[in-house]
């Protein structure tokens, strides 16, 4: 596995980078957390990564799509996780996107992949309920078949950017006790249907979370996305692209929380001299150092992978995922403290990467789930 971009990679990668500086600093991000945007994101910024093709690498030309993979969008994600963008890429295009893209049918993907590429429509995925932790077949709500469909039951918590989906996909238990592995079907849900209500929260991050009820919302066969009874089977292959595409974007944010604490090393003076010429922080700075290395590595080994469907690419993914929750708080904790009490203060930008961090960290499994996941799936 060649872990090196090429000439295209490295132009998206700075083409990214670029953007992310001028459009979206992370005061932008203030302004949505204080004015209390009811996105949480920019609509209009939105469009235009879509118009530069961002939006539309994972899925193919005949929905308006790059045709590229995991490789290139995880250079978009780290660009955008640099400066804390909060536009919906994990919801919608890893999540819910990849849902329709890898179990839609030709007429589903025909009728909402198009709009999702373009920019001008939203889908979110809610998938977790309140006992289920990061056990993706743990599924309480229930569908019941009603006439020629089904009629839904149930609560879903922390669905991202839900209150701006115009889909929402819901996974349900069509057979089966709660915590069968099988008997899992994935539903699409129309904004608006009768039965359904969101509750809009904010996390500690300031990103957007929905609760997802549903109380007798009916769906038709023709709302099933794959095949009746196997969502479970789907909804791992869809996490993991997910968890792929966060880790990158913890890649992103991991690192330039490092790069702003070496500048501000650099300038802050103690006794006379910098603080940065201390030996114990220079340790300390050397092993953050390492671990954003050895992440940069697992990330890209996880994003081929699942490129390549390698056989062992959900155990890259969770190797990725463990390393990055681990070092993004090291590295957010670090950079806090390093930057002393001016760090601990919310006029200072250190402190947002600390709290999208701790978001992150507990997102799609923490390190401990992921290291045992990685256990099991090496028969240990």
């Known amino acids: 596995m060649q872990l090196?971009?090429?000439e295209d990679q490295e132009l998206l990668a700075k083409t990214v980078a670029d953007f992310a500086k001028e459009r979206s600093p992370v005061s932008r991000v203030r302004a949505l957390r204080d004015n209390r945007d009811p996105d949480g994101f920019s609509r209009a910024l939105w469009r235009e990564m879509a118009e530069l093709g961002w939006v539309g690498i994972?899925?193919?030309?005949?929905?308006?799509?790059?045709?590229?993979?995991?490789?290139?969008?995880?250079?978009?994600?780290?660009?955008?996780?640099?400066?804390?963008a909060p536009e919906p890429f994990l919801s919608g295009v890893l999540l819910g996107g990849q849902a329709l893209l890898l179990g839609g049918s030709p007429a589903q993907q025909e009728k909402w992949l198009?709009?999702?590429?373009?920019?001008?429509?939203?889908?979110?995925?809610?998938?977790?309920?309140?006992?289920?932790?990061y056990d993706l077949r743990c599924v309480a709500t229930r569908a019941e078949p009603a006439g020629t469909g089904?009629?839904?039951n149930g609560e879903k918590i922390q669905v991202l950017d839900a209150h701006t989906a115009d889909l929402i996909l819901v996974t349900a238990r069509?057979?089966?006790?709660?915590?069968?592995?099988?008997?899992?079907?994935?539903?699409?849900?129309q904004r608006g249907a009768a039965g359904l209500r969101l509750e809009r929260q904010h996390r500690v991050d300031s990103r957007s979370a929905s609760l997802v009820f549903l109380d007798g919302v009916t769906a038709g066969v023709d709302d099933i996305i794959g095949s009746e009874g196997e969502g479970g089977d789907l909804m791992e292959r869809v996490v993991d692209r997910a968890t792929v595409g966060l880790c990158a974007e913890m890649l992103g944010s991991m690192s330039e929380a490092f790069?702003?604490?070496?500048?501000?090393?650099?300038?802050?003076?103690?006794?006379?001299?910098?603080?940065?010429?201390?030996q114990s922080l220079k340790h300390r700075a050397a092993q953050q150092f390492?671990?954003?290395?050895?992440?940069?590595?697992?990330?890209?080994?996880?994003?081929?992978?699942?490129?390549?469907?390698?056989?062992?690419?959900?155990?890259?993914?969770?190797?990725?995922?463990?390393?990055?929750?681990?070092?993004?708080?090291?590295?957010?904790?670090?950079?806090v403290?390093?930057?002393?009490?001016?760090?601990?203060?919310?006029?200072?930008?250190?402190g947002f990467y600390l709290k999208r961090a701790r978001a992150a960290e507990l997102s799609f499994g923490d390190a401990a789930f992921h290291r045992d996941r990685w256990a099991r799936l090496s028969e240990y």
């Open 337 to 350: 403290q390093m930057h002393g009490g001016i760090g601990m203060t919310d006029e200072h930008e250190i």
């Open 4 to 6: 090196v971009l090429t």
């Open 259 to 278: 790069e702003r604490t070496l500048t501000y090393l650099k300038q802050r003076e103690q006794f006379g001299v910098p603080i940065g010429s201390f």
């Open 174 to 189: 069509t057979s089966g006790e709660e915590r069968d592995a099988a008997g899992i079907t994935l539903f699409a849900i």
């Open 58 to 84: 994972p899925f193919p030309e005949s929905v308006g799509g790059a045709d590229l993979g995991l490789a290139e969008l995880v250079l978009v994600l780290e660009g955008l996780g640099r400066k804390l």
């Open 290 to 335: 390492i671990e954003i290395e050895l992440c940069r590595s697992a990330v890209m080994a996880a994003a081929r992978a699942v490129d390549a469907d390698e056989d062992d690419a959900a155990k890259l993914v969770s190797l990725a995922k463990a390393r990055c929750s681990d070092a993004a708080i090291l590295v957010a904790n670090e950079s």
């Open 150 to 152: 089904w009629c839904l």
């Open 114 to 133: 198009p709009k999702l590429v373009e920019g001008e429509w939203w889908v979110s995925l809610a998938y977790q309920e309140r006992s289920s932790r």
